[in-house]
């Protein structure tokens, strides 16, 4: 089993890099291009899809100009269900656009494997109609193959400007293990770490480029790392 799964993983990461490369450089181009006009790049998802933005977040290697969406209750933190009842209720938007200040030239990328749910849709299209720039990364094989909850009938991947797939199978995991009657090995948090880690590298890179320093953490665990990660902190999380 293990040597399947490994390989059924670097399968699933190489389809990501040969087809979804060429549009990670472009969303690259378009942060850096909304932060240079004071815009804010955040990172949003529900469920499990939330450890995607946590993924890009406060973290070494990271990456301090990317702002978490991840309140409590949107996570697993406090009850295995509550985030999965709360992303069907589209007015929980409107909540996020409160709490977060968004707005124009903001930019942000919402995680939904399933990209059906109405709450992450209903913020894509409030976003839009602020002006922002929105991102979906999502399992298109999966969201086709499902009805919308939202009233539009549209999906996530309908409504963002940007798409980012995560190439999965319909309903996310990819192994069947004997004796279960559903499958195992999800792929979308595995694809999801890399895609993150990867764009933050293409944002690093092209900030530098644009003459902007990349304000990078180090580990909290390596010699000076407290010191350097303290200044960015102030700067840009007032802390």
């Given amino acids: 089993m293990e040597s399947i799964f490994y390989n059924k993983v670097i399968e699933i990461l190489d389809i990501f890099i040969k087809t979804q490369s060429e549009m990670l450089e472009t969303i690259a181009n378009e942060i850096v291009e909304k932060i240079q006009k004071g815009g804010r790049f955040f990172v949003f998802g529900t469920g499990h899809s939330h450890m995607v933005g946590e993924e890009f977040y406060a973290r070494a290697g990271g990456l301090a100009c990317i702002q978490l969406i991840a309140p409590m209750e949107l996570t697993l933190g ?76 549209q999906k996530l991947y309908e409504v963002c400007d940007y798409v980012i797939d995560n190439c999965g199978e319909i309903g996310d995991a990819m192994m069947q293990v004997e004796g279960t009657k559903g499958k195992m090995g999800s792929s979308s948090s595995i694809v999801g770490m890399f895609m993150a880690q990867l764009l933050s590298m293409l944002l690093a890179q092209n900030l530098a480029k644009a003459g902007i320093e990349p304000p990078v953490f180090l580990s909290a665990n390596v010699d000076d790392g407290d010191a350097w990660n303290q200044e960015i902190m102030k700067k840009y999380y007032n802390i």
């Fill in 78 to 153: 406090e009850h295995p269900l509550k985030s999965t009842q709360i992303e069907r209720i589209a007015d929980y938007a409107s909540v996020i656009m409160l709490q977060y200040g968004l707005k124009e030239n903001d930019i942000i990328l919402i995680s939904s494997n399933s990209g059906r749910n109405s709450m992450p849709i209903e913020l894509a299209i409030k976003c839009k109609e602020l002006g922002m720039s929105v991102i979906a990364f999502t399992n298109l094989k999966h969201s086709k193959s499902v009805t919308s909850r939202h009233s539009s009938k």
